[in-house]
């Protein structure tokens, strides 16, 4: 019976991996992945909601929906049947942003024959880990549509069309071998194309880029503009990211790792997701509470910004949730949210550090996540994670009512700690929350590593959340 077991964990956890990779490749950027997961929303019977719209008489128990702000934050929620004005919120707050290279305004750039792309760094990223890899671009362009009307358009360019190659050894010092050190302005801006072949190959395509953005390079804007079945003339701005071509890959002996791209922190909104529609599919009937993720831009740099986790689109999400709820002669919509605050928990879900094979000696001897061993409860007394004594009991019930397995991490007292959007939202909104993730090796590198059957081990745990918390939240007298 547990070989039997075994096996099916098993089966389950490759099935949900490979999800994955599909869902991974196919959001190359924030607007990528705001889009997907309002695809899988709308397959699953969510309503889609405009924050310029009056949500009075489109929100009610049993109501499932989501929104976007700037096609790169979402917030996707499910009311419960049996809610009632001032229940919990049971949220989960992620970022749908990673360490890149993003494209100048002015990007056009020209050195010893060679044409280049001026790129900018965007967080903080392990930038060594971009050269000598076949690259290409993808985000978001704004284009015209005639008329005098204008739309925003998805853009992803799959194949390779640029490369940032390292310098040769022979041409380096001593010194200069020893210590790999990367000049952002100097040493990253990517190769596009040899400058007199780009000019032949407009030159073979006449007016293909008459009348376009002289800031950008004309090569480029043909590239994308054919991307998107338009005339490179009609590209009017544009926000644009540099990605890695290779897609996610499944690996191991017994393909236990997954290795992509912006798996901090897309792993986390894959998971946050399904587990809200899973839950939304088949426990509303007896939730009384509003089950929440929230998946925010920014976060690589600080999260103050209009669509990130220092905005008020949390904080305003669930007051406009909780008055639309909040019926005549329950109280003010006022007093009915400050009870649903003192209910409410966010799990913070960001990827955690794994222990290195190579450098042990750089996790806290009690504290050594390891891929495939459960999600990881992070605390930092400095408030660094949002964990305190009561939400770190709550995560450790809700991963024992799933039957899970949690790892805990605190970070070496000689070592800086990182920090997340839980402390962040905390203070904003006064809500309990507890910080979170999937362990990662390699984190901000171009290409990171996670453990397969973490993916699944999380979304179980989000899951029972959802079910869960509020029966248990009744059991506890602080």
């Known amino acids: 019976m547990d070989s039997w077991l075994r096996h099916a964990k098993a089966v389950l956890s490759d099935l949900e991996a490979r999800d994955f990779c599909k869902y991974i490749d196919s959001t190359p950027s924030p607007f990528h992945l705001v889009s997907a997961s309002a695809a899988r929303l709308d397959a699953a019977g969510f309503i889609r909601l405009s924050e310029g719209d009056n949500w009075a008489d489109k929100i009610k128990p049993g109501t499932k929906a989501y929104y976007d702000r700037n096609g790169s934050t979402l917030v996707a929620f499910a009311v419960g049947e049996k809610y009632t004005a001032g229940g919990s919120f049971k949220a989960v707050g992620a970022h749908t942003d990673s360490p890149v290279l993003k494209v100048k305004p002015v990007s056009a750039k020209k050195a010893h024959g060679y044409l280049q792309v001026g790129v900018e760094c965007y967080g903080g990223g392990l930038w060594h880990t971009w050269f000598d890899r076949e690259l290409t671009v993808a985000g978001r362009v704004i284009v015209d549509c005639g008329g005098g009307k204008f739309a925003c358009r998805n853009v992803h360019v799959k194949r390779p069309i640029l490369r940032i190659p390292n310098l040769c050894i022979h041409l380096q010092s001593a010194e200069e071998r020893k210590s790999f050190t990367v000049n952002k302005e100097n040493h990253l801006a990517p190769i596009l194309s040899i400058q007199k072949a780009a000019e032949a190959m407009l030159n073979d395509v006449s007016g293909s880029v008459e009348g376009c953005d002289p800031r950008h390079p004309p090569l480029l804007l043909r590239v994308v503009a054919e991307e998107l079945g338009i005339a490179a003339r009609d590209i009017k ?46 426990s509303l009937a007896g939730d009384c509470g509003v089950s929440v993720i929230a998946l925010f831009d920014h976060e690589e740099v600080g999260s103050r910004s209009a669509q990130g986790a220092g905005s008020p689109i949390f904080r305003d999400a669930i007051i406009r949730i909780n008055e639309a709820l909040t019926s005549e002669g329950v109280g003010s919509s006022s007093e009915t949210f400050k009870m649903a605050l003192s209910r409410s928990l966010l799990l913070s879900a960001d990827v955690a550090h794994a222990i290195h094979p190579n450098y042990g000696h750089k996790h806290e001897g009690n504290h050594q996540p390891l891929l495939n061993g459960g999600t990881v409860l992070k605390t930092n007394s400095s408030t660094r994670y949002a964990t305190d004594g009561i939400s770190g009991f709550f995560f450790r019930e809700l991963a024992r009512r799933s039957s899970q397995k949690i790892q805990e991490f605190v970070v070496r007292q000689d070592c800086p700690c990182g920090t997340t959007i839980g402390p962040i939202i905390a203070a904003n909104t006064g809500l309990r929350a507890v910080d979170i993730g999937v362990p990662s090796l390699s984190m901000h590198s171009i290409r990171e590593t996670i453990g397969v059957a973490d993916i699944t081990n999380n979304r179980i745990i989000l899951r029972t959340f959802f079910r869960e918390y509020d029966a248990l939240k009744s059991m506890f007298t602080s």
């Open 237 to 282: 701005d544009l926000e644009l990211s540099l990605c890695d071509t290779q897609p996610a890959q499944i690996w191991g002996v017994g393909s236990e790792f997954l290795s992509s791209p912006r798996l901090d922190n897309q792993v986390h909104c894959f998971t946050s997701t399904d587990a809200l529609i899973e839950h939304a599919r088949m």
